[in-house]
T-cell receptor, first 114, second 109 residues
Framework: KAGVTQTPRYLIKTRGQQVTLSCSPI?????VSWYQQTPGQGLQFLFE???????NKGNFPGRFSGRQFSNSRSEMNVSTLELGDSALYLC?????????????FGPGTRLLVL | GQSLEQPSEVTAVEGAIVQINCTYQ??????LSWYQQHDGGAPTFLSY????GLEETGRFSSFLSRSDSYGYLLLQELQMKDSASYFC??????????FGKGTRLHILP
């Protein structure tokens, strides 16, 4: 079974631009979560989607948004990019959104904002 | 607020045993998970503790004490390939998943 895939793997943008990142979960998984990882800050929770509905949202500004499609694929969008948005963005999927669900991570999209 | 504390770095010798601690403060608690991440790689699940006690999976064990808001990951018979960052994570009452900032494990030959 294929793992979680994320596209693109690397991205360079300039301040003020917007970006859309894509995540395809493991087949059959209905929950997708997004994280931002930066050196020194670890993984910070962005949002979680289950069956096309946002279940939860982390403490990020409204410039960060996401959605999930009927096939469970998910996208996240960052508008008006800032230098501080440079990070590794990780997507993780799980079967459901239960509290004991193991999360399976994708390889991430490394975003550099210049 | 909700937070997890774990040491930023730990160093151990190949073949030895190392323990990585994690203390948490959350508004609710539904279990402690551990993930491993090698440089340039994605985090991978290692273990989960929903109840107090020890869970063993091969060379790795994880312990939880809910009364102390404390857990640890124990790695035995360390191998060079265990050099990685290790994260503890909890899902709190608000269902948000929180990760610690990670512990970088250095293994000396």
């Amino acid at each position: 079974k294929a793992g979680v895939t994320q596209t693109p793997r690397y991205l360079i943008k300039t301040r003020g631009q917007q970006v859309t990142l894509s995540c395809s979960p493991i087949s059959g998984h209905r929950s997708v979560s997004w994280y931002q990882q930066t050196p020194g800050q670890g993984l910070q929770f962005l949002f979680e989607y289950f069956s096309e509905t946002q279940r939860n949202k982390g403490n990020f500004p409204g410039r960060f948004s996401g959605r999930q499609f009927s096939n469970s694929r998910s996208e996240m969008n960052v508008s008006t990019l800032e230098l501080g948005d440079s990070a590794l963005y990780l997507c993780a999927s799980s079967w459901t959104s239960g509290r004991q669900e193991t999360q399976y991570f994708g390889p991430g999209t490394r975003l550099l904002v210049l | 607020g909700q937070s997890l504390e774990q040491p930023s770095e730990v160093t151990a010798v190949e073949g030895a045993i190392v323990q990585i601690n994690c203390t948490y403060q959350t508004s609710g608690f539904y279990g402690l998970s551990w993930y491993q991440q090698h440089d340039g790689g994605a985090p991978t699940f290692l273990s989960y503790n929903g109840l107090d006690g020890l869970e063993e999976t091969g060379r790795f064990s994880s312990f939880l004490s809910r009364s102390d808001s404390y857990g640890y990951l124990l790695l035995q018979e360390l191998q060079m390939k265990d050099s990685a960052s290790y994260f503890c994570a909890v899902r709190g009452r608000d269902d948000k998943i929180i990760f610690g900032k990670g512990t970088r494990l250095h293994i000396l030959p």
